[in-house]
């Protein structure tokens, strides 16, 4: 044999050394090993959708059809509680770091006119704190900030900064601790918390940005442009990318993947979908859902990154999928 290797079999001990060790370089290559989805919550009489898994991991939040309303439920999918009757509290909701609160956007309606308040709901007294009170100006997705000591309120041209009412949670500051991202329509803007003005982290001429998502550490941004797919940018504004088809980004903890859905719609209807994780080094896809036929929708990765909750379109079930 080359290399100076006698030709004799090898010790058994060693050969087996010789099988792990493929075995381990084959499973480091496959960083995806997705299991069969199982039902996390289901209703007969409703739709629920849009899971998002709390900071710890031990419960799970979630919305109905037209985002009315707010649940929770534990993280098998036990002890259903709703939070909230609201119209459009489910659109882009988010747990404070400690698990103790879900900040949201409800809207109202007025003389055809609608309009936004901003409310926080406190998960174990089932209590809602009003932070700010219906107004036609509130036009983006409230944001913790500051070690959730306040709430940025995105307006039409500014930001307003106003008080959470809870603790910091003891944890490391993060990106929107320091400045809060906003993106209006071609565009996203930085805010220091400080606030100053507002800066331009990037700026793309007649296209529409939504759904920013920063990685666990801040450090780079994903969004989508709509009719053009997944882009990557780093938060000081340099080496914008283009990741592909693809929608409503989630990170996995470890900030290495970018998990989205491609969906396919006959014109008014969306006809299918599949999870994918996307690696933001080399570009390269991991097929997550393709062992289903089901219609996926709002990943969310469980902080501990084992596993995605996700909305089955046509049942209007939540699925959670081993991944790890």
């Known amino acids: 044999m080359n290399n100076g290797i006698q030709n004799y079999l090898l010790p058994v001990p060693v050969a087996l050394f010789f099988v792990l060790l493929l075995g381990f370089q084959n499973m480091q290559a496959q960083p995806f090993s997705p299991g069969t989805p199982e039902i996390l919550i289901e209703s007969e009489s409703r739709y629920f959708m849009s899971p998002k898994w709390s900071p710890d991991g031990s419960r799970i939040a979630f919305t109905s059809a037209e985002y009315r309303g707010l649940w929770t439920a534990s993280a098998d999918g036990s002890e259903i509680e709703q939070l909230s009757q609201d119209e459009s509290a489910g659109y882009g909701f988010s747990w404070s770091s400690d698990g103790s609160s879900i900040l949201s956007r409800t809207a109202s309606y007025e003389d055809r006119h609608r309009l936004h308040a901003v409310k926080r709901f406190d ?89 920013i998502t920063p990685s666990p550490d801040g450090s780079v941004i994903a969004f989508q442009v709509i009719g053009e797919g997944l882009f990557l940018i780093d938060a000081d504004g340099s080496d914008l990318c283009e990741l592909g088809r693809g929608e409503d980004p989630a990170w996995t903890p470890d900030g290495k993947y970018v998990i989205a859905v491609i969906t396919e719609d006959d014109g008014h209807h969306i006809t299918g979908s599949e999870i994918y994780a996307i690696d933001i080094d080399t570009g390269e896809r991991h097929h997550l859902t393709s062992g289903t036929d089901m219609i996926a929708l709002h990943p969310s990765v469980s902080p501990d990154g084992t596993r995605i909750a996700f909305t089955d379109n046509e049942s209007g079930n939540i699925y959670a999928m081993p991944i790890r």
């Open 123 to 211: 998960v174990e007294t089932k209590t809602e704190h009003v932070i700010r009170d219906y107004s036609r100006e509130r036009t983006g997705v409230p944001q913790w900030t500051d070690m959730d000591q306040r709430i940025a309120v995105p307006m039409r041209e500014s930001i307003e900064m106003v008080e959470s009412g809870i603790q910091p949670a003891d944890r490391q500051k993060r990106l929107l601790d320091e400045a809060v991202l906003v993106s209006r329509d071609n565009r996203i803007e930085k805010t220091p918390v400080a606030d100053e003005q507002p800066e331009v982290v990037v700026e793309l001429e007649d296209r529409r940005i939504l759904n």
